[in-house]
C-alpha cells in the first residue's frame, strides 16, 4: 500500500448525496479476480453512455478534472455495497482523498486499506472546498495528513478528525495483517480460552 | 456494581482478543462466510505472502452472486468471467480446505440464507462476510457485518478484525402489525424515518413487541437491511423462537454442548438499565405496507402515497430527488399505485426464505399474473427450493405464470444473467433500488414478497390488502 502524506490537487465536484457504491464501480466490473484495472470503469454508468462514449457532461470527463485526486462529495459517499472494487477503481483512476460530510462505514474502513484517506468536515467547511473545486484548475485544495488539515484555495485551514490507528497505518503504508500477526499469541490463548468458555464454537 | 450493558457490548466484551491504549481492538470472528464476488483477490493475497487460513473450520464458502438460476446451469456457466470467479471459488475452497458448498449441492443458496440454515450462524457469534447484507445474521443475537475484501484477507490469515467500537441505537417497534404489513415493512418504514445514512457509527438494537412476534424469517429480513440505514450491524435479542430455529441445524451443538450453549444464550439480552446513544420508536399499528419511489432505499412510502416534489425535501436531497424522479420516470403527485410494472422478481437474501414464498404464494393461489408480465421467484437456497415444492408453493407460482428459478442471487444484484432492460420497471424484494442496481436503466421498486405478488397479479404497484380482501 502507498503511503499517504501530504496531497495537493484539482478536486472534482460531486455534490450528489447518497452516491452509492454500484454508482462508483457498477456489478458488471466486479468479475475480476484482480484489483488492478478497474479505473477505466469508475462511475461507469454516469460516465458512460450506452455506446461507450464519454458524456461530456459528467465531471471526470472535463479536462480540468481528469487529472483530479481529490474529490469533493455529498453527504454519505460509498453507501451500500461493501465491494472494495470501490475504492480500488477510484484509487486506479487517480484519486487518493475524498471528501464529505460523512461516509458509509465499510467503504470508510475500505479506502484505507487502499491508501485513500476519507475525510469528513462539517457541511460548510464541504461547501467551500465544493466552491474550490468548481473552480477546476484555478482551486487546488491541500492536504496534510500529519497535522490533520485541509487548506482551501484561498488559505483556509480545516482540521479534521481521523482514528489514530488508521492515521498510523496511511502515513506508513503499512499492512495491517503483518500487524495483527505481531500478536498472534494473544489469539492463540484467546482461542484456548474460548475453546472451554464456548467449545461449540 | 456491574455497568449495564447493551447486548452488543456484551457480544463485543466476549470477542475482544487485545485492545490498544487508544481503543482500537483486535476482535475474534467466531464464523467467516465467503462467496465468490469479493473473495479472489483475499484468497490471492495469502499465496503472495505464503499465509494460510487460520481457522478453515470456521469459514464457509458458497457462490451465490453469479451463479446462473436457470435449470441448465449444471450444465456449466456461459458467462466466462462469472465462469473464472466461480471456478476460482471452488479451487480456493477446496485448496485452503474450507466448508463448501458447491454450485450443484442442494444445500447451496445465497450466503445469509445458507448460514443460519446450516447452523453455522449461532447466537453471541461474531459473524463476518465480504458482503454488507451479512447483517441479517444478527436476527440471531449475533454481531454481524460486512466487510471489504483485504478485511477478508485480514481475516482469513488471522481469524480477527481490527475494530473501533460502534455506538448503540435502540430501534423499538411497539405493539403488533396490521394485517398486510410485514418485517420488509418495518425494516424500510425504519429507514424511511432514519435516512440511509442515519445508522452511520452505530450498531442497531430492534426490540419491541412487533419484533418479538416475528418469525426467525421476519428477523432477518429486518436485520439484513440494516446496512441501508447506513448501521454497522443491526441485532435482535435470541430467545425461545431463535433456539427452536437453531436446535437440531446440522451445525448447531447437541447434547451437553447445546445445554451449555443455551445457557449462555439466555443472557444474551441487554440490560434493563443499558445506556443507548440513540432511540427511535416506531408504533406497529402505524406501520403501513409500504413501496420505494426513487433510487435510495430511504426513498419510502406508503403504498397509498403519490409521488413526492423535490421541493418536498431539502438541502442535498431536492437534486438527488430531481434526478430520482428522472431516473425512475415518474411525475411527483402520481399515485403510487398507478405506477405500471413490467417485471416482478421474488427472492434475495432479504426475503428469499421459505416464508417469504409463502406470503407471495398466498396472495397467487388460484391467480394468474398480468399477461405480459415477466414474473420470476428465485429461491434463497436449494433447501428453501425443495421446501417449496414439497409444500406446493411452486406449483402455485407456475401455475400463476411464474417462472420457478434455481438458488442464488439473481436480480438482486443482476450479475448473473436476470438482469433489467433499460427502463424496464420491476417490482424486487431485494434490498436496493439503486441506479443500475438491477441492470443498466432499470427501474427498481422494493416491497414485501405479498405486495410483490399483488403487483404481479395487477401489473401495476398494488395495496397488497385489496387482493387480500378479495381472497378472504
Redesign the interface.
Known sequence: MDKFNTLTSIAAPMPLVNIDTDMIIPKQFLKTIQRSGLGKNLFDEMRFDDNGNEIPDFVLNQPAYRQAQILVAGDNFGCGSSREHAPWALLDFGIRCVISTSFADIFYNNCFKNGILPIVLPQDQVDVLMDDARKGENARISIDLESQTVTSADGQQFHFEIDPFKKHCLLNGLDDIGLTLEKVSSIDSFEKQASQSRPWV | MTVAKTLYDKIWD?HV??E?K?G?C?L?I?RHLVHE??S??AF?GLRM?G?TV?APE?TIAVPD??VPTTPDRENGIE?P??R??VD?LDRNAREFGVNYYPVNDIRQGIVHIVGPEQGWT?P??TVVC???HTATHGAFGALA???????V??VL????L?Q?KSKNMKVEITGSLRPGVTAKDITLSVIGVTG??GG??YVIEYCGQAIRELSMEGRMTVCNMA?EG???AGLIAPDEKTFEYVKGRPHA?KGA??D??LA?WKTLKSDDDAHWDKVITLRGEDIAPVVTWGT?P?DVLPITANVPAAEDFA???V??VR?ALDYMGLKPGQKLTDIEIDTVFIGSCTNGRIEDLRAAAAILKGKKIKPGLRAMVVPGSGLVRAQAEDEGLAQIFIDAGFEWRLAGCSMC???NPDQLS?GERCAATSN?N????QG?GGRTHLMSPGMAAAAAITGRLTDVREVMTESA
Open positions: 466476549a482478543v487485545h490498544d487508544d482500537t483486535l475474534y467466531d464476488v469479493t479472489p483477490q490471492e505472502t499465509r487460520r470456521k452472486h453469479n458467462n468471467e462469472s473464472i470467479q476460482a449461532l453471541g457469534m465480504g458482503d454488507s457485518h460486512g466487510i471489504g475484501t483485504s478485511e484477507e485480514h490469515a488471522t481469524q480477527t481490527i473501533q440511509t445514512a452511520t457509527g446496512i447506513g448501521a454497522r451443538p454442548q447445546w451449555a450453549a449462555w435510495s430511504e438541502g442535498g436531497k437534486d438527488a434526478r444484484l443482476a450479475m433499460p436496493r439503486f441506479e443500475g442496481r443498466r
